[in-house]
């Protein structure tokens, strides 16, 4: 919301009438003749062959999913198998148009799109680029076995038989695959040739495809990124989002000049007229022609087009088109590929939902049959040549899964001997290294409010004389997360960060502010209110090889970002083996005041799903140095932070906040008072609940309770909490999270678990109760206090004190749970 | 006549705000309405308003200084 651009009444209020760019519907009408001058012959034969390798290579797995062999070749395959056999002048004419450093995003139909790319790349790249690619991978082991097993030196066959056994290991889950066996079927990629991460959600590679379109703008590596997906994905939201987000208008207006322009990302359906067991056109969707959506984005209609699919001409011809548009700036572009979906959904698919008549009809316009036809008629190509590309590409197939089914030059992953070799691959816990001095282009932090207030204020929290400084005269949460974010911002030129209200708002909660004056648009922006395309973006960015931290305002939205985090962010380290690096930072503030939709501390969610790292700080000290950790590391974090907490200012660290940028290990939890009789472990701002408690505790029923905060659920280092129980022999365990399935249970039952024999009594749970927050006027009933903590140490922990429940919570758990509650 | 500028409650709990930066320097003339100093909570950036037209006459709290709720910021002198 900048100041300069002005809501006029008097535009706004005037009548008009929009007008809406004619969309084209199959206007291909390119002589044969002219495309032999713009390809030569040996290129168009060559789309004939690769569009038979894609058939050949689904044909296979249909097979062994049918009848467990293909060419007298007998394997169990268990995974999936979508196939893509009808669509195949799509995938490849896509491709045709595509050059080596371009990166698609798959769709999870996408064996066909990944082998157009691999071969287009391979024609496209020079022998030496091939060979070190290939040397590269594994070190080289699957280039033997190519070698080994083709007998033959020829650069662009091995190259070939490289990228196909590659596909296939992965798709049979093979160590020697492409993603090491991590991936499979759907989510198989291979980046030095440009096929980037497909995705087994429906659309999920629109939002990242479009982040690593503008990691491509600012990091100027060149080249456009392409998401594809099918009809049915016109129907998910994050789609809708990712289209939208790269055609903000700030992007052709606001930006940087040298990074000025829609981001160059072509959304190409691959429209095969069915989603899932729904028919877009007549069913499930409204738009007739898919490409109409794009006059919904933005005033070029997104320079929507349907294409024939069929016709691998027409795509390659309409992806250059787009392309060049892209490279100018002014994308995004959208196509509607056309291309019939020949066999089912997936091979369990009974094609119950469409007639016999329907799938003969399209057999008449067989993609395969059509171009070589066409290219008979114009006597480029002969029955014998036709014949021979035939028996070559069978044969190729044929070699390549006799391999790919071989223990010896495609093992299995092997669990046994190392059953927790999946485990070590969700992290990388690596970090990069700051350099000393500032980098980049931005304007002198000194010259802002912010930092002159900062440098003035007081580290600690406590004043001279005992008392509290005012948020105003000391360092505060909001403070400190600022310096980190300063410090990286101004030493790391790869980072960039957005969220709904980041640069004039200063974050909702004043943590950005003052940054908006120091970083450039296109380091620092407001996104719109796309809580899926903020994540998917931003993993699609760090995929590019930048680093992002983004902020959902409240953990309660991230339900609108749910599969972007579970799904993308969470698993792309290790289903890609460790290959791909995603340092992505995810800030959200845990609410108050506001209710049910607004107050949730939802971090055991995130902990529960394996690869995230979750960060949840209680200080001043803590929060500085943690998100320095998250932003240096490579591992994508979950960084909530509580929104009472955003004035606490430093009590517990000798010496307040330092100065000086560090860092806080993510994982250690910290003793934030000692203790002998008592240890209460909190998470989030139960720490300040717990510090009350303990000064009761002490003073009134002589217990010395130890508090420890916990400042990170995942990963979670006992040894701590461990050495504190063996000495207390009690523990408590306080959070605000409802207690059901919450973090909290997670620690409580490992601790039961490791260290029952030091425990007096059984580990005790005080979180909030399984009902939603109440607004502000009843959250004190509602949120664990301290009155509640003292309750439980003194009648359950340590009955012996005889006390009774003063708090609330003297209820019936047994009887709530049993009315689920 | 002098007219204080003070510095408004800007929220229930906000105790003190910081004077981020005056618009006017003192001997300078201002309009009713015309912002001239942004003040700074914990968590926003405002900028207020002259409460009447006339000559900004003195500058109490100087930029960087924290001034609490009530306090008078500067005096507006009317004609």
């Excluded at chain 1, 190259?159 to 090491?180: C, P, Y």
């Excluded at chain 1, 029955?383 to 089914?405: F, H, I, S």
Aim: with cysteine.
């Amino acid at each position: 919301m900048p100041k300069e651009l002005f809501v006029d009444p008097q535009v706004m209020r005037k009548a008009d009438r929009l007008r809406v760019p004619e969309i084209p519907v199959h206007a291909y009408a390119t002589p044969l003749a002219e495309e032999r001058q713009r390809y030569g012959d040996k290129t168009l034969i060559r789309v004939l062959r690769d569009m038979m390798m894609v058939r050949e290579f689904e044909t296979m797995l249909a097979s062994f999913k049918a009848q467990g062999a293909y060419a007298g070749i007998e394997f169990v395959y268990k995974g999936p198998a979508h196939l893509s056999i009808g669509q195949e002048g799509a995938a490849v004419g896509s491709a045709l148009a595509l050059k080596p450093d371009d990166h698609i995003f798959g769709s999870h139909r996408s064996h066909g799109e990944f082998i157009a790319k691999g071969l287009s790349a391979i024609a496209g790249l020079e022998p030496a680029a091939l060979a070190a690619i290939m040397e590269g991978h594994q070190g080289g082991a699957m280039l033997r076995s190519v070698e080994k097993i083709l007998g033959g030196d020829n650069e662009t066959e091995v190259a070939e038989t490289f990228l196909l056994l590659g596909l296939l290991a992965e798709i049979f889950m093979r160590a020697s695959g492409f993603n090491g066996g991590m991936g499979g079927s759907m989510h198989a990629f291979f980046l030095p040739f440009g096929a980037y991460p497909n995705n087994a959600i429906v659309g999920g590679s629109a939002g990242i495809a479009t982040g690593a379109a503008m990691r491509k703008r600012l990091g100027g590596d060149g080249g456009i990124t392409v998401a594809y997906s099918g009809d049915g994905s016109t129907g998910c939201g994050p789609v809708w989002e990712a289209m939208n987000f790269s055609s903000m208008a700030q992007l052709k207006g606001l930006w940087p000049e040298e990074h000025r322009g829609g981001l160059p990302v072509l959304f190409c359906f691959n429209n095969n007229f069915y989603a899932m067991g729904g028919q877009t056109i007549g069913e499930t969707a409204g738009w007739d022609r898919l490409s109409r959506i794009g006059a919904g984005i933005n005033p070029d209609a997104m320079h929507a087009e349907t294409v024939d699919g069929t016709n691998p001409l027409a795509v390659a011809d309409a992806v250059a088109r787009k392309r060049a548009l892209l490279v100018e700036g002014a994308g995004p572009a959208l196509l509607d590929v056309e291309c019939y979906r020949a066999t089912g959904h997936s091979t369990s698919d009974a094609n119950a939902y469409r007639s016999r008549d329907e799938i003969k009809a399209w057999t008449a316009h067989d993609p395969i049959a059509l171009y070589a036809a066409s290219l008979k008629e114009a006597g480029i190509l002969d029955d014998t040549v036709e014949a021979a590309l035939a028996e070559g590409v069978a044969a190729r197939v044929r070699m390549v899964t006799a391999a790919a089914v071989d223990p010896a030059i495609a093992a299995p992953v092997d669990i046994r001997a190392n059953p927790t070799l999946i485990g070590e691959l969700m992290f990388s816990n690596t970090a990069i290294a700051l350099p000393p001095e500032p980098v980049g282009t931005f304007n002198d932090p000194a010259s802002t409010s912010r930092v002159r207030q900062l440098a003035k204020k007081a580290r600690h929290g406590i004043d001279e004389n005992g008392g509290l400084h005012s948020p105003m005269r000391a360092v505060t949460i909001r403070d400190a997360l600022f310096e980190t974010l300063l410090h990286h911002f101004t030493h790391d030129e790869s980072l960039i960060g957005y969220g709904e209200e980041c640069r004039e708002w200063g974050g909702a909660f004043g943590v950005y502010r003052g940054l908006s004056d120091i970083l450039p648009y296109d380091r620092l922006f407001n996104a719109p209110i796309s809580e899926a395309a903020i994540v998917a973006t931003a993993i699609g960015y760090a995929m590019e090889g930048g680093r992002a931290v983004v902020e959902l305002m409240y953990t309660d939205f991230i339900g609108r970002a749910g599969d972007e985090i579970f799904n993308q962010m969470a698993k792309w380290q290790s289903m890609s083996a460790g290959m791909l690096k995603l340092p992505v930072v995810l800030r959200c503030s845990i609410g108050s005041k506001y209710g049910a939709q607004h107050s949730q501390d939802w971090s055991g969610l995130v902990a529960h799903i394996p690869g995230l790292k979750v960060v949840y700080p209680s200080t001043p000290y803590d929060a500085k140095g943690l998100l320095a950790s998250a932003l240096a590391g490579n591992d994508p974090v979950i960084f909530f932070e509580s929104q009472r907490l955003y004035d606490a200012t430093e009590m517990f660290h000798e010496g307040g906040v330092p100065e000086d940028y560090y860092q806080v290990p993510i994982g250690v939890p910290d003793v934030k008072r000692e203790g002998t009789d008592v240890t209460i472990l909190t998470l989030g701002p139960s720490l300040y609940a717990a510090v009350g408690a303990a000064e009761t505790l002490a003073a009134e029923h002589g217990v010395s309770a130890e508090i420890i905060d916990a400042r990170s659920l995942v990963p979670f280092d006992y040894e701590t909490v461990l050495k504190s129980v063996r000495k207390t022999g009690r523990i408590l365990l306080v959070s605000e999270a409802s207690e059901r399935g919450s973090f909290l249970m997670t620690l409580a039952a490992d601790i039961g678990r490791y260290a029952h024999g030091d425990l007096t009594a059984p580990p005790q749970v005080l979180g909030s109760p399984n009902w939603i927050v109440p607004g502000a006027e009843m959250e004190s009933t509602y949120f664990p206090q301290a009155q509640d903590i003292i309750d439980i140490v003194c009648c359950e922990l340590i009955p012996e004190k005889n006390t009774d429940y003063r708090g609330l919570r003297g209820w019936d758990g047994l009887d709530l749970s049993r009315r689920g509650i | 006549m002098d007219v204080p500028i003070v510095m408004p409650q800007l929220g229930v709990d906000i105790e003190e705000a910081q004077i981020d930066e005056w618009l006017k320097a003192e001997g300078d003339a201002v309009e009713e309405g015309e912002q001239v100093v942004i003040v700074t909570t914990p968590k926003v950036t405002l900028e207020l308003e002259a409460p009447a037209s006339g000559v900004l006459k003195s500058i109490a709290i100087p930029a960087d200084e924290i001034a609490k709720v009530g306090t008078t910021l500067g005096i507006i002198e009317t004609e």
